[in-house]
């Protein structure tokens, strides 16, 4: 069973990537050998939505027998998809302010610094911090907070806790190809830094993008990435504001740009821009969302994990767009041991162990949730770019720990 799952799976992410066996190209001119093929290699980024904590949240990670929070039951379903990536992000839309600050949900968020934990857990890489709840518990707590990222080994940008912190540009390595991650926030709530301070939050002034832009290139990033906090909360189309910034941005010398703050999935598209005197696409999704929330309503439930496929040319060792894959989610709320509990599901997959074999765990009102995520995600994220693909998951939930295990050989 175990050997013809992966089979399976094999056989779907070869034709997803568009790979067919000819026999032709396997024929030899007699007296002539063929170089062996060899394909360029692909990098795998994956990124999320908001990653935020209500009160409700907070309460549900509490666990009495110890006195101690966990959250990592929440990920757990949708974990073996963040692990088969080459790089995850998310943005981190609470402050991990310590127990003295008081933990809270809106308006002004604390979680608890087990959080981080979890999400390193869970298959993390880099968290950005720059948005509009990074000083809900004022500098002291976004200091708090990139210290607790520190410890659980995930990268951050976007805040800082000095000036030569700030103008370090992040980079990280993957597959050879030298990535830099940039962060910045439409604003702050109205809660200022110290005025002896005024580097810990990347606000998004577009002088400022593009001289970070330009400084990242400058010292060797290949590949460029921005998440930009911005746009109007709840709205699912991008204002003209975004549209704007974002084509800046990438005319600038940025290659993909992630947006945050609606709470709410808007539309992606590739974008074809003369750099260098060269065509080369570039990507932006104007919003992608709440990753986890307890926020009411679908939109504000259903998401997305987004992979953007990167080539690495065999030849020159650049990186170059392929293709986008998206796999819609849903975080589902449900009552357990006198709680609210919550778990992010990707839906295929939840749907399809409905549908083949024992939910007992599963409401009807469950069930209805995830198709109405599946219907909303779809619909809205529908493109004719053949580039951007829904990415199918039609096995069971149980058995998708055998994609990390087929990606790893």
């Not at 396997?26 to 908001?50: K, M, N, R």
């Not at 400022?208 to 290949?222: E, F, S, Y």
């Not at 974008?271 to 060269?278: C, D, M, R």
């Amino acid at each position: 069973m175990r050997n013809s799952l992966l089979a399976l799976l094999f056989l779907a992410l070869l034709l997803s990537t568009g790979c067919v066996a000819v026999s032709l190209a396997d024929a030899q001119i007699p007296g002539q050998e063929t170089p062996p093929f060899i394909p360029d290699d692909t990098l795998v980024i994956t990124a999320v939505g908001d990653i935020m904590m209500h009160n409700t949240q907070i309460v549900s990670g509490y666990e009495p027998q110890t006195g101690t929070y966990n959250f990592g039951k929440f990920f757990n379903e949708i974990k073996p998809l963040l692990l088969a990536s080459d790089l995850v992000l998310g943005n981190l839309e609470t402050t991990l302010s310590g127990k003295k600050a008081v933990y809270s949900g809106y308006p002004r968020f604390n979680a608890p610094e087990q959080l981080a934990l979890n999400l390193k857990e869970a298959g993390f890489h880099i968290l950005t911090t720059a948005n509009n709840h990074c000083l809900d518990k004022n500098f002291t707590g976004l200091a708090s907070t990139l210290k607790f990222l520190d410890q659980a080994g995930l990268l951050h940008t976007g805040t800082a806790r000095s000036q030569e912190e700030r103008d370090s540009i992040l980079f990280v390595e993957k597959k050879g190809v030298k990535i830099a991650i940039l962060a910045y926030t439409y604003g702050t709530n109205g809660i200022t830094p110290p005025k002896d301070k005024p580097y810990a939050v990347n606000i998004l002034d577009e002088d400022l993008v593009k001289k970070d832009i330009a400084k990242a290139r400058t010292q060797g990033a290949q590949l460029i990435i921005l998440s930009l906090h911005f746009g109007q909360e709840y709205q699912q189309q991008p204002d003209p504001i975004q549209k704007d910034l974002a084509y800046q941005f990438l005319e600038a010398g940025a290659d993909i740009i992630l947006g945050h703050h609606p709470h709410v999935l808007q539309p992606m598209e590739i974008v074809s821009l003369k750099e260098n005197g060269k065509e080369k696409n570039k990507f932006v999704i104007y919003s992608l969302g709440n990753f986890i929330s307890d926020q009411s309503g679908l939109e504000r439930q259903s998401s997305i994990i987004l992979n953007i496929h990167i080539g690495i040319d065999r030849t020159t060792s650049e990186p170059y767009l392929k293709e986008i894959s998206y796999v819609p989610i849903l975080t589902r709320r449900y009552f357990m041991h006198g709680k609210t509990a919550f778990q992010v599901l990707a839906v295929e997959p939840a749907l399809t162990t409905i549908r083949t074999g024992p939910a007992h765990s599963f409401t009807p009102t469950d069930i209805q949730n995830l198709e109405k995520a599946w219907n909303h995600v779809t619909t809205h994220l529908e493109t004719p770019d053949p580039r951007i693909k829904l990415l199918r998951l039609a096995i069971p939930q149980s058995h998708l720990h055998l994609i990390k295990s087929l990606v790893d050989t």
